[in-house]
């Protein structure tokens, strides 16, 4: 389905924008005739790309489900790309900056509800500028609530605080936030929690589970397509 002729997105000029900003675009395959379908820009984590396996599979599930995705590159992984060789991520105020140029580009376009998120870094750098964009919801796929082993420096004091209606889905034994340490943080009454049984920050659960991480990724998609048909 062409950008044109997606509910939720107006225009010639969008498709463009998107075509010559080298983004990735999945368009809603199940919105309601009579309602402009939600579109979500999806940031990829720090150290894979805007079409990663992780990414392509959340994007098209993501789109089954009627919602727009718009995939987009922080600076350092658009120069990987370009044959800039493994780099780490740019500092935090040029990522906010791309976060804050993209959305400033795709918001007089679209006509539906427009939310930001992304996979882990992705996300929490969208949560850092969610209320400042007063964008209509936040995604996180796998929130960073700390590094690796160092559960005692979190990364959650804006989460307390924060405003717009946000969904994180979160592995219950991911290594950057667990189940059992994630409840002792006080996080803002905006703020809800998809858990996934065993699963890791890749949303992969255990097989103890019973389940695969195809089910865990289609749960967590229809999750995410209910939360954003209420805001």
Known sequence: MSIESTRGIDGDQYAQLVQDNGWLWASARQAPPDVAAATLILAHGAG???????????AARLAEQGLNVLRFEFPYMAQRRNGGGKRPPNPQGQLLDCWRQVYADVRPHVT?????GGKS?????????????QVDALVCLGYPFY????PEKPRVAHLAELHTPTLIVQGERDALGNRETVAGY????AIEMLWIP???HDLKPLKVAGITQQQCLAQSAAAIARFLARE
């Open 121 to 133: 870094m992705g996300g929490r750098m969208a949560s850092l500028i969610a209320d400042e964009l």
């Open 186 to 189: 006080a996080l803002s009454p």
């Open 48 to 58: 894979a790309p805007m079409d990663s396996d992780f990414m392509n599979d959340m």
């Open 198 to 200: 065993t699963a890791n």
């Open 147 to 150: 590094a690796v082993g160092k």
């Open 112 to 116: 539906g509800a427009l939310a930001i």
